[in-house]
């Protein structure tokens, strides 16, 4: 046993139905299930299903455009923004995790008021929520947008953090950056910065995560959520953290179906041979996110923790908090204050490398306990 499957064996957390449904919501079915395409899964962040399920709405005429983030570069600066999806190739410039903050109501909703067509829409779950509450007061807008599809999410974190490391890659190269992807490849993967003159750089993706999983530059309004899996989406998706999937040929994306019409969709996908997918327990899909939905949930152990340092953050759960969950809060808003102090960003970027991963580890292992 490797010492990742034993550290899942170890720190296993047993819930019952009620706490179950209570953190990932109303399922009523759950896949794991990757794109029967490899084109599509070349630079996805797990299995390329949220595209091949996109792709299969396109091409049967369920919709006319899809709703989705893109990364790009411009006068060597990472930024993100949404665009409507008409076409595979616009389905495939999408592709792929994205760590940074957008404006989902100034910058999303616009673009599905504009467009002249049937949509579907991907989306983080606290913007999930936004869109279906103004789904609920607007029948125009209801009408236009037959599909939500929320992305699993621990936070999101600042653009501060994305342009401090892509910095730090690019010091001293003579050509500019014209791409970048946050994870490419198995597993964690790597980060991969692409170049004018045609070279590209790969780094582990921990050069990003081991900061952005310690809350360092969170986004304010990410300490005030517990949904991680997107309680208003018609499915929910995400990656599966599962030792026994490190070693799989292909990662495996996570789907939660959430109503009759929804499973309908996927069975479809899967009947068509669109995607390949087995059907598991949805408590399989809460275990893949152990590490980091336990922390994320835990909205009272926050409220509480709060008060210590004067943030004030409403208890909208009043779930009951033991020691450690106190614990994970009080460490993810001590990270998240420093960083947004000048002195603080300069120490976190000065530590050194075995030291912040040290300190992941056992900001993972009390958020486990």
Same mark, same amino acid.
């Given at each position: ?44 962040a ?7 399920? *996109? ?11 899809? *709703? ?65 509450a103004?789904l ?96 208003d ?13 490190k ?5 495996p ?5 959430r ?6 969709l996927?069975q ?15 408590? *399989? ?24 340092l ?13 020691l450690?969950?106190?614990l ?26 075995? *030291? ?14």
């Amino acid at each position: 046993m490797n010492l990742l499957a034993l550290a899942e064996k170890l720190t296993k957390k047993h819930y019952t139905p009620a706490q179950q449904a209570n953190i990932m919501g109303d399922t009523n079915g759950a896949f794991l299930a990757h794109a029967a395409d490899d084109t599509l899964r070349e630079h996805s962040a797990s299995g390329g299903a949220v595209t091949a399920i *996109l792709l299969h709405l396109l091409e049967s005429r369920q919709i006319d455009g899809a *709703l989705v983030n893109e990364a790009y570069v411009e006068d060597g600066m990472v930024k993100n923004r949404f665009l409507i999806a008409t076409n595979r190739a616009d389905l495939l410039r999408a592709q792929g995790s994205k760590y940074m903050a957008v404006r989902f109501s100034a910058q999303a909703l616009p673009l599905i008021r504009q467009f002249d067509g049937r949509l579907a829409v991907v989306a983080l779950p606290c913007d999930t929520a936004i869109l279906r509450a103004a789904l609920q007061h607007d029948e125009a807008l209801a009408q236009k947008v037959i599909w939500l599809i929320s992305l699993f999410c621990g936070h999101n974190s600042l653009p501060e953090l994305t342009q401090h490391i892509v910095a730090k890659q690019t010091r001293g190269k003579d050509s500019a950056l014209t791409a970048f992807q946050y994870r490419a490849g198995h597993w964690r993967g790597e980060m991969r910065l692409s170049f004018a003159d045609g070279s590209q750089t790969m780094v582990p993706f921990e050069s990003f995560s081991n900061y952005q999983n310690l809350f360092f530059f969170c986004e304010k309004k990410c300490l005030y959520c517990h949904d991680h899996f997107g309680y208003d989406s018609d499915i929910s998706a995400g990656d599966v953290w599962l030792s026994a999937m490190k070693d799989a040929a292909v990662k495996p994306t996570a789907l939660l179906s959430r109503s009759q019409r929804s499973a309908v969709l996927l069975q479809a996908c899967i009947d068509q041979g669109e995607l390949q997918a087995e059907s598991v327990d949805t408590s *399989l899909v809460l275990q893949s996110q152990a590490r980091s939905v336990r922390g994320h949930y835990n909205l009272s152990a926050r409220s509480k923790a709060g008060k210590l340092l004067g943030i004030k953050i409403p208890d909208t759960l009043h779930a009951k908090v033991n020691l450690f969950d106190w614990l994970t809060a009080l460490i993810i808003l001590v990270n998240y204050r420093l960083s947004s102090k000048a002195w603080g960003k300069k120490l976190i970027f000065a530590l050194p490398r075995p *030291l912040l991963k040290l300190y992941l580890y056992l900001f993972k292992g009390i958020e486990s306990l």
